[in-house]
């Protein structure tokens, strides 16, 4: 029988290990993960888990139980150190090596530190894992006054959930505008307008100049009193397995992969946060770090290995909760989109239409429906114009059917 080896035990790597063997994958399948518990989704930790509303027990993705019935062996606590290509085996930081037909890289990304005056000497708080969740949640309930640095995602649901917690918060990001990376604009702008009203105070447009037990001094030499500073700055995708093995990866980090998860060499897969696919058509590359990326990713690799197609197509989707409401993107914002606000119900909804006519990008602040509507036109790719999806009258759910 043939040996399958995943390293990273996260979504995607417990997720490829799942769809292999329910594909009919009947070899040996191994799971190697250097966190010393079962796999979690991460989703929970910068919400229910940060206000301790939730444990680690209700973000674990599958039992023991369930995996030994699966024969999916999981060594967690361990690291996978180096991968030698040519004779097909992997070190673990326990000094064992095991051998693989097919590997796949499954290693997630990490925060993006902070390199400022101060940061070696500082506590400042991240957010990936499950020790950082449970060391900032209790840190979060002692602070008065909390700075946020990094003002996308990650960073606005620690800013939500402080703010839960009675604190005084300030977001710092260097941008002129929150979620810049991640919303157009006006979207953005929305968000913006949420963070004010739920008491968040914002420092747009600055950096961070140094940091030390008095807070955040920013760019302009005014001080930020801050007993706990959280950094939001990003991730950085862990690819030095792949670099060091001579894989093909992006100038930008990430693997490089094709549609199903393929690196440049056969025997060896990438997928979730770690991998960058390239589009076939535009020639563009993508890395999406997402809950739905690493499930679809994780699908299509692990229905390859077992020798099965996935003929499912999906579009990207993101959530976010934030301040009360749940954010939803569906889609992928790029420059060149034109932005289409609609209002009516509670919150607005913002749809990108890009040169011909169809939608491409929805954002939406609560409001489902539009989205489920909308996934349905951006796949038949139905030509609409801004008036049409203006019209508080027209019903969306309609709209594909004519
Ligand atoms: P990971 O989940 O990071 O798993 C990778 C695993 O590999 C880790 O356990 C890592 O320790 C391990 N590893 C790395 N290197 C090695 C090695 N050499 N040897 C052994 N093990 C190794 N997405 C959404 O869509 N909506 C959300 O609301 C949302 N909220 C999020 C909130 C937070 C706080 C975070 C951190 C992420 C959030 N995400 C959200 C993103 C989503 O969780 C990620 O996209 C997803 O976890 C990616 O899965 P992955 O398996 O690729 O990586």
Redesign the pocket.
Known sequence: PRALLI???????VETAVAARQNGFAGTITL????PVLPY???P???GMLMGESGLDEATIYSAAELDALKIELLNG????GVDRKARRVSLSDGRQLSYDMLVL????RARELSVTGSDETSLFY???LRH?KSLGEALRKATQVAVIGGG??GL?IASAARKLGKHVTVIEAAARLMGRLLPEEAAGYMQELAVANGVALELGHTTAAVSREGVMLDDGRMVAADCIVVGIG?VP?DA?AREAGLAVAERGGILVNPIGRTSDPAIYA????AVHRDEISGREHR???????NLTARSTGMAIAGAADHSIDLP?????LFGGTVQMLGQMRDGLTLVRRDGGQAPVFFGLNEEGSIELVVDFGQPKAIQAARSLMLEGTELSPALLTDRDVDLSQLNED
Do not use: M, Y
């Open positions: 390293v990273g035990a996260g979504q995607a790597g190697i993960g250097d966190e989704e991460r989703p930790l910068s919400k361990i690291q996978v150190s499954a290693t997630g990304a957010l990936r894992n969740a995602f990650i649901e991730a862990n397995l997928v979730g946060d770690v999406l770090e997402s809950w739905q990326n690493a989707w993101f959530w976010s909760d």
